[in-house]
């Protein structure tokens, strides 16, 4: 076997040790790829040649239309975070759940879908629903730990329910339509926050005093319920029917939505220069971060490819037991455990692409394979100890509430989210009904 290939999974080794100091995750993978281009020089297996690609491959991210509807999703739910649409929707809805058992984390539950419909950003939905949803279930007797696990994970539905800034990405590094991950991710997105439902409703059936009803709490006229519903609702046919519909791309869907979102905090009376300054500058900083983490996984890439590494994987996949569904168990199973250190950017930038060849030599649907993909990179944003929304929760939580309280809480919806993605590989008709 070339010594190459040899370095080019140490590569992953050395990504992961800079990781754990904190180093900056970008940095780190710029760093890992001078390191090991340097160390493959020194060998004579690296040609340095390789590297004189990253300027086009820069300038190729920097033109890539596909890419430019993630900070117009990301400035969408800035903008109704900023706007006050998530506060009253949780308000209204949780005065006429709330008096049922565990009606108002089912409350909580179907704001986060609506929100994930809207705007497809987990650290505005988790935020907006800590702030206000937690206290009120903790002062009437919720558990905290349903409370922190009901609110993470409805936090991360928009990652699965489109517009996904998750499938945006995956549509490209997959090369396949944005908006036929969009169509496919939606049934399976419904079906998990079902699953979330039943989970809630059946565990306040049988042990009443985890999520009591709330029988006091205020309960707004139908149209004031109306009022706060319609509008977001009305936003969500906006952007996802304009998509399904072959009437926009993404990218001019989440154009049309941030104007939409401006007209809803109009419409709130909350829109002013200020307002859309915090809202453009959240959307620059994680936009940002974004880029600066792409070009260091190019940069990466393009190492481990000049390292031969790509082939010693896609020679790996193909000879693993089981033919396509040993590469559907080692993948899944590769792309979970990740998640518990590593954010999604970063698997989708560097561990998909590596994918991807075996995939396709199996027959397998990328389609299929990206949403599957999707609802698996969910799981990210909850395994502890790096899930970025426990953090967003804890933020924001009561100073009673502890990190191992949140972790215990998040756990029953992990194993929810690996029942959907068993249910995907079972079911892949949940995926391709709406496509063919």
Same mark, same amino acid.
């Given at each position: 076997?070339?010594?190459? =290939?040899?370095?080019?999974?140490?590569?992953?080794?050395?990504?992961?040790?800079?990781?754990?100091?904190?180093?900056?995750?970008?940095?780190?993978?710029?760093?890992?790829?001078?390191?090991?281009?340097?160390?493959?020089?020194?060998?004579?297996?690296?040609?340095?040649?390789?590297?004189? =690609?990253?300027?086009?491959?820069?300038? *190729?991210?920097?033109?890539?239309?596909?890419?430019?509807?993630?900070?117009?999703?990301?400035?969408?739910?800035?903008?109704?975070?900023?706007?006050?649409?998530?506060?009253?929707?949780?308000?209204?809805?949780? *005065?006429?759940?709330?008096?049922?058992? *565990?009606?108002?984390?089912?409350?909580?539950?179907?704001?986060?879908?609506?929100?994930?419909?809207?705007?497809?950003?987990?650290?505005?939905?988790?935020?907006?629903? &800590?702030?206000?949803?937690?206290?009120?279930?903790?002062?009437?007797?919720?558990?905290?730990?349903?409370?922190?696990?009901?609110?993470?994970?409805?936090?991360?539905?928009?990652?699965?329910?489109?517009?996904?800034?998750?499938?945006?990405?995956?549509?490209?590094?997959?090369?396949?339509?944005?908006?036929?991950?969009?169509?496919?991710?939606?049934?399976?997105?419904?079906?998990?926050?079902?699953?979330?439902?039943?989970?809630?409703?059946?565990?306040?059936?049988?042990?009443? #005093?985890?999520?009591?009803?709330?029988?006091?709490?205020?309960?707004?006229?139908?149209?004031?319920?109306?009022?706060?519903?319609?509008?977001?609702?009305?936003?969500?046919?906006?952007?996802?029917?304009?998509?399904?519909?072959?009437?926009?791309?993404?990218?001019? =869907?989440?154009?049309?939505?941030?104007?939409?979102?401006?007209?809803?905090?109009?419409?709130? &009376?909350?829109?002013?220069?200020?307002?859309?300054?915090? =809202?453009?500058?959240?959307?620059?900083?994680?936009?940002?971060?974004?880029?600066?983490?792409?070009? /260091?996984?190019?940069?990466?890439?393009?190492?481990?490819? /000049?390292? #031969?590494?790509?082939?010693?994987?896609?020679?790996?996949?193909?000879?693993?037991?089981?033919?396509?569904?040993?590469?559907?168990?080692?993948?899944?199973?590769?792309?979970?455990?990740?998640?518990?250190?590593?954010?999604?950017?970063?698997?989708?930038?560097?561990?998909?692409?590596?994918?991807?060849?075996?995939?396709?030599?199996?027959?397998?649907?990328?389609?299929?394979?990206?949403?599957?993909?999707?609802?698996?990179?969910?799981?990210?944003?909850?395994?502890?100890?790096?899930?970025?929304?426990?953090?967003?929760?804890?933020?924001?939580?009561?100073?009673?509430?502890?990190? *191992?309280?949140?972790?215990?809480?998040?756990?029953?919806?992990?194993?929810?989210?690996?029942?959907?993605?068993?249910?995907?590989?079972?079911?892949?008709?949940?995926?391709?009904?709406?496509?063919?």
């Amino acid at each position: 076997m070339d010594e190459g =290939a040899w370095l080019g999974p140490l590569m992953f080794v050395g990504t992961l040790i800079f990781l754990a100091t904190g180093y900056p995750v970008a940095f780190a993978l710029g760093g890992v790829a001078i390191l090991f281009a340097l160390v493959g020089v020194a060998l004579g297996v690296f040609d340095p040649l390789f590297l004189t =690609a990253l300027p086009y491959r820069i300038f *190729g991210i920097m033109s890539n239309y596909t890419l430019l509807a993630i900070p117009y999703f990301i400035l969408l739910g800035s903008l109704l975070e900023q706007s006050g649409v998530a506060e009253r929707l949780l308000t209204v809805m949780g *005065g006429w759940f709330g008096r049922l058992r *565990g009606g108002l984390g089912v409350a909580v539950i179907a704001v986060g879908a609506l929100l994930a419909a809207t705007t497809g950003v987990v650290a505005a939905t988790v935020v907006a629903m &800590g702030l206000i949803s937690l206290p009120v279930m903790l002062r009437y007797g919720y558990q905290t730990e349903l409370a922190t696990g009901v609110i993470a994970a409805s936090g991360t539905l928009g990652q699965i329910i489109p517009p996904s800034v998750v499938l945006v990405v995956l549509g490209d590094q997959l090369g396949v339509s944005v908006g036929d991950l969009f169509v496919g991710s939606l049934l399976p997105g419904l079906t998990l926050t079902a699953m979330y439902v039943i989970y809630t409703v059946v565990l306040a059936y049988f042990r009443p #005093h985890l999520a009591p009803a709330l029988t006091d709490l205020p309960k707004e006229p139908l149209l004031s319920v109306l009022r706060a519903v319609v509008p977001p609702l009305g936003l969500v046919l906006l952007v996802l029917g304009s998509i399904f519909f072959g009437i926009a791309t993404p990218t001019e =869907a989440g154009a049309v939505g941030c104007l939409g979102a401006l007209l809803l905090a109009a419409g709130e &009376g909350k829109l002013s220069w200020a307002m859309g300054w915090r =809202a453009c500058e959240a959307t620059v900083r994680t936009t940002s971060l974004v880029m600066m983490i792409l070009i /260091g996984s190019t940069a990466f890439s393009l190492v481990f490819r /000049g390292l #031969h590494g790509d082939q010693f994987v896609y020679e790996l996949l193909l000879n693993l037991p089981g033919g396509r569904a040993g590469f559907l168990l080692f993948s899944m199973g590769l792309v979970f455990l990740l998640g518990f250190f590593i954010d999604f950017f970063e698997i989708a930038f560097i561990v998909v692409p590596l994918l991807i060849p075996a995939a396709q030599q199996l027959g397998t649907d990328l389609v299929w394979f990206g949403v599957l993909l999707g609802a698996n990179l969910q799981t990210s944003f909850l395994t502890p100890p790096f899930g970025f929304a426990l953090f967003y929760l804890k933020s924001v939580a009561p100073p009673t509430v502890t990190t *191992g309280q949140i972790y215990r809480g998040v756990i029953p919806f992990i194993s929810l989210q690996l029942v959907l993605v068993l249910l995907l590989i079972w079911f892949p008709q949940l995926v391709t009904v709406w496509l063919n």
